[in-house]
């Protein structure tokens, strides 16, 4: 896939996830409201430090915003899920994983 194509189609996917529109997200980001659009088509490309501002925005870190489905990528939508989990909860969920990996372990 090309790296453009591969950021233009995740940026989408992640922006509709979040349920805002391009020209929203251009302005959150503090950019004119064509910027995501530009980058959506192709016409842009977004530097280093302003992708990893657009990931901060998504709610995803960079290995998680590099992680597509095609590749493999179980654990893909975990870290969001866990953001909104209480500091008991994610305790517990853990406690679960010690657990699991002192099994893994063993094995």
């Known amino acids: 896939m090309r790296r453009k194509s591969f950021l233009a189609d995740r940026i989408t996917e992640l922006r509709m996830q979040k349920g805002v529109t391009e020209s929203r ?5 503090g950019r004119g409201t064509g910027y995501v659009n530009r980058i959506t088509t192709g016409r842009g490309y977004p530097g280093y430090e302003e ?3 657009i990931c ?3 709610g995803v870190t960079p290995a998680h915003f590099f992680c597509a489905a095609e590749d493999g990528c179980p654990k893909r939508g ?3 899920k ?3 989990l209480s ?3 994610l305790r517990i969920i ?3 994983v010690d657990s699991i990996l002192k099994n893994h372990q063993k094995d």
């Open 94 to 96: 853990e406690n679960i």
């Open 78 to 80: 975990l870290p969001e």
């Open 56 to 58: 901060n925005y998504l």
């Open 51 to 53: 992708l990893m501002h």
């Open 87 to 89: 500091a008991e909860e």
């Open 25 to 29: 997200m251009s302005r959150d980001l």
């Open 82 to 84: 866990m953001n909104r």
